[in-house]
C-alpha cells in the first residue's frame, strides 16, 4: 500500500485540480502494482484509504482544517474533518501498517526561521519514522532549503536522489545541492530501504524524484516570484500554517499557472514511483 496526504487535496491545489490531481495519483501507484491509501479526518475518524466520492468531499468543501501530527488528538476528541498534512498522514499510515508515503514537497525549515522558529513537524516525524519510505520531490521552494537539509541530516535521515545526483526543490530540478546517494530503479530503492530495515536504523528513508522535466521552472523564476511573495505575506501578516498555501497560489499567479502545472505533475509521479517500490518491498522475503 501507498499513503497519500490530504493536505495537497484540501489546501495545496485549487479547485477542480485537487480532485483531478488526487484521483490521477491513485490511479498511478494502481498502475504501478499497488493499492493507494488517501489518508484523512473523517467526523473525527483516522480515514486510511477514501472512496472516490470522500475524495471529492474533501476536496470541495473548504472547510477541511489542515491538521499535522500534534493536531491528530484534538480532531479525534471533537469529531472534525481534517486534511492531514506530512506529519500526520505518515504518523497515522504507520499507526495501520503502512509504511510508503507518496507526496509533493517535503516541509522543513522556513526562511527567517532563526526569528520565527518556524520548522514543520515533518521534519521531527521523518526522524521517528522506523523503515518508512518517503517518494517527495525534496522541499518546497518556499523553504530554506540548505538548513532543511542540515536537519535532515543531523536526525540521521537518509535522503535519496532518484535518478540525480542533486537535492529536487519541488517544482525546479536542481536546488543546486548534491546528494550522497542516489538510485536509478525501483528495485535499488526497495533494497536500500529493506537493508536500512535490517540494521534497525531510526527514521524514513527520503526518495527525492526531480520534477518531470517537460513541466519543470527555472530556479531564477521561482526565486523572483517567491522574493515578491514573501515580501507580500509579511505585509499581510501571514503566520503559521497559512504560509504555505498563500506562497503556492501567489507563485501560481505569477507563473500564469506553469508552478500548478508542475506541481500535479511531479505529485502523481511520485506516486507512480512510491506504488513501484511498495510492489518490488512486498514481493520481496526475509525482514
Given at each position: 500500500?501507498?499513503?497519500?496526504?490530504?493536505?495537497?487535496?484540501?489546501?495545496?491545489?485549487?479547485?477542480?485540480d485537487n480532485l483531478e490531481t488526487a484521483l490521477a495519483s491513485e490511479a498511478a501507484v494502481r498502475r504501478a502494482g499497488a493499492v493507494p491509501a488517501t489518508i484523512a479526518?473523517?467526523?473525527?475518524?483516522?480515514?486510511?484509504?477514501?472512496?472516490e466520492a470522500e475524495v471529492e468531499h474533501v476536496a470541495r468543501s473548504g472547510r477541511f482544517l489542515k491538521a499535522s501530527r500534534r493536531d491528530l488528538g484534538m480532531v479525534v476528541a471533537r469529531?472534525?474533518?481534517a486534511a492531514t498534512t506530512i506529519s500526520a498522514t505518515l504518523r497515522i499510515a504507520r499507526m495501520h501498517g503502512v509504511s510508503v508515503?507518496?507526496?509533493?514537497?517535503?516541509?522543513?525549515?522556513?526562511?527567517?526561521?532563526?526569528?520565527?522558529?518556524?520548522?514543520?513537524?515533518?521534519?521531527?516525524?521523518?526522524?521517528?519514522?522506523?523503515?518508512?519510505?518517503?517518494?517527495?520531490?525534496?522541499v518546497k521552494s518556499i523553504l530554506d532549503i540548505p538548513a532543511t537539509l542540515e536537519v535532515l541530516e543531523t536526525r540521521g535521515v537518509p535522503v535519496v536522489g532518484y535518478r540525480t545526483d542533486d537535492f529536487p526543490a519541488f517544482t525546479t530540478l536542481s536546488s543546486g545541492?548534491?546528494?550522497?546517494?542516489?538510485?536509478d530503479a525501483p528495485s535499488e530503492a526497495a533494497a536500500l530501504v529493506q537493508a536500512h530495515r535490517?540494521?534497525?536504523?531510526?527514521?524514513a528513508v527520503v526518495l527525492a524524484q526531480p520534477v518531470p522535466e517537460t513541466e519543470a521552472l527555472g530556479r531564477e523564476v521561482m526565486e523572483s516570484?517567491?522574493?515578491?511573495?514573501?515580501?507580500?505575506?509579511?505585509?499581510?501578516?501571514?503566520?503559521?500554517?497559512a504560509v504555505t498555501p498563500f506562497l503556492l497560489d501567489r507563485l501560481r499567479q505569477a507563473t500564469e499557472g506553469r508552478s500548478l502545472r508542475a506541481n500535479r505533475a511531479l505529485i502523481v509521479a511520485n506516486a507512480e514511483l512510491a506504488g513501484a517500490v511498495a510492489s518490488v518491498l512486498d514481493g520481496q522475503v526475509g525482514p
Open positions: 500500500m501507498v499513503a497519500l496526504e490530504s493536505t495537497l487535496i484540501a489546501h495545496g491545489l485549487p479547485w477542480p479526518v473523517l467526523d473525527g475518524i483516522l480515514r486510511v484509504g477514501l472512496s469529531g472534525l474533518d508515503l507518496a507526496t509533493g514537497g517535503l516541509g522543513g525549515v522556513h526562511r527567517e526561521a532563526a526569528v520565527t522558529f518556524d520548522v514543520s513537524t515533518d521534519l521531527d516525524e521523518l526522524a521517528q519514522a522506523d523503515g518508512a519510505l518517503v517518494v517527495c520531490s525534496g545541492l548534491s546528494l550522497d546517494m542516489r538510485v535490517r540494521l534497525g536504523l531510526p527514521g516570484a517567491l522574493a515578491v511573495a514573501l515580501t507580500e505575506a509579511r505585509s499581510l501578516g501571514i503566520k503559521a500554517k
